[in-house]
């Protein structure tokens, strides 16, 4: 339930359109659905402004199904991520509304919110093309959440003059994402541009002695450069998350 559907019940039981004993029922399902397998957060758009998200990994088809309709009786929109091609293909199938986003591994049922177009961008900006899959799980999180993206994609400090040429677009953005793998020195180099707060994600990507994105991840929790804090290896949704926060509270001010 959101905060404008909680205010309508209201406003119908004052009113007398709505009985009490069924306003009493419609809010029975607050704070969450038990099903058993799962208990359905219905309650977390009301305190936090985005519904529950269905994280596809390690439930079967049927179980993401029955999550996701019940999540869609109670909010406009649901956001399910980590999804495999099988649970994609069944989601479309089930919901006509859904959009699969195959790079980033997740599916959008129904309609999300409008990016205003006088808000600052978020920009999603990656090291290397390999870790673009992470940056589009953050950019269609973020796009989910409201927030309009900027995409700057293969601009590690391999080469640095690829990213310098962006940084009229960097020093626009209100949030900057830093998705990098192999050393992950790009967080610093980006930290040291801008005086936008910086969200950095380490991924598994690299040689050997990248220890799956742990290189990385050490390299970026020990910047040099102020302002830059960092989620966990391949977190792409926790990232966009974040940054979507931060923009949402331009917004309000």
């Known amino acids: 339930m959101t905060e404008r559907q909680l205010a309508k019940l209201l406003r119908d039981v004052r009113a007398g359109r709505v009985p009490i004993g069924d306003a009493v029922e419609r809010l029975r399902a607050l704070p969450f659905e038990d099903l058993g397998f799962a208990k359905i957060d219905t309650h977390r758009e009301l305190r936090t402004g985005f519904p529950e998200v269905i994280y596809c990994e390690g439930k079967t088809v049927e179980q993401v199904l029955l999550i996701a309709r019940r999540v869609r009786d109670h909010h406009r929109f649901a956001l399910a991520t980590r999804c495999s091609p099988e649970i994609c293909n069944a989601v479309k199938e089930e919901f006509p509304d859904a ?109 050997g002695a990248s220890f799956h994105g742990l290189s990385a991840l050490l390299a970026m929790l020990n910047s040099c450069a102020a302002g830059v804090a960092v989620v966990n290896i391949d977190n792409g949704f926790g990232a966009g998350y974040f940054a979507a926060l931060l923009a949402r509270g331009e917004r309000k001010t």
Do not use: N, Q, W
């Not at 600052?120 to 900006?125: D, K, L, Q, T, Y």
């Not at 999180?141 to 993206?149: D, H, L, S």
């Open 99 to 207: 959009v699969c986003h195959e790079i980033a591994r997740i599916v959008v049922i129904g309609k999300p919110r409008r990016p205003s177009s006088r808000a600052r961008p978020v920009a999603v900006v990656t090291a290397g093309t390999a870790d673009v899959p992470v940056a589009e799980e953050a950019a269609v999180t973020a796009e989910t959440m409201g927030c309009r993206v900027e995409r700057i994609f293969d601009v590690g400090v391999a080469g640095l003059h690829r990213l310098l040429v962006h940084r009229d677009k960097l020093a626009k953005a209100r949030v900057i994402i830093v998705i990098a793998g192999m050393e992950g020195a790009l967080a610093s180099v980006v930290g040291g541009l801008v005086s936008a707060p910086v969200v950095a994600v380490p991924t598994s990507v690299g040689y």
